[in-house]
């Protein structure tokens, strides 16, 4: 990843550190900003926007990505800032009485740690509790609003044949050990009616859209696996 002048000077505008135009000229103005980002994120402060400096600002990115995803944003997590995330801190500032300034400085940021969970428009919780019986749920907000986007998409009632697996669970039903049933980031979906080729041709654009991190058709099924992986 190799971002350009323009997204550096954005991803560090919306974190308050660079305040000149937007002009894709690097100049001191970026410079500076970059020694502060550089000094609080405990980085080398040469002020150079280099590969550990990028690094850093697409992780913080897409974790603000990913926190604005739990209030329901839909936003690709891919930690680039661009009209999508600006509208998105705009709207999320609006709605919680922030000043509406479209920065993540300190409160906008308290505000995003307070956490949620994300309420299905279509799913109830209990949908995703493990299958075994054992009352097992930690299914994360990324997915959970996943689902609901694919059920949707389609308007069909959705099932989730398996949302969170406890271990013992995952282990009777042949998943692999670090199965992202397991940490509640992953779903297996199949909707009546709709085939698993089309189901999948779905989920691999949410996949595509840096919301997701995998899917797969789940072979002799027209169910599909979809997981977000470590995004949040
Ligand atoms: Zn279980
Ligand atoms: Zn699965």
Redesign the pocket.
Known sequence: MQMNITQKQLNLKHLGYYKKKIDGIWGSGSIDATRRFQRDYGLAQDGIFGAKTEAKSIEVWKDIQAKLNNYGYGLAVDGLVGTNTINAINDFQRKNGLVVDAMVGKNTMAKLNTSVSYKCKYFEDKEFT???????NKQKNGIKKIADDIRGHFGKPAYINSG???S??NKNVGGVSNSQHLYGNAIDIEIPGVIGKTLLAYCNSIVASGRARYTYLISGSNAVHIDTGNLE
């Open positions: 493990c299958k075994c019986g054992c009352g097992t969170t697996r406890c013992k669970h």
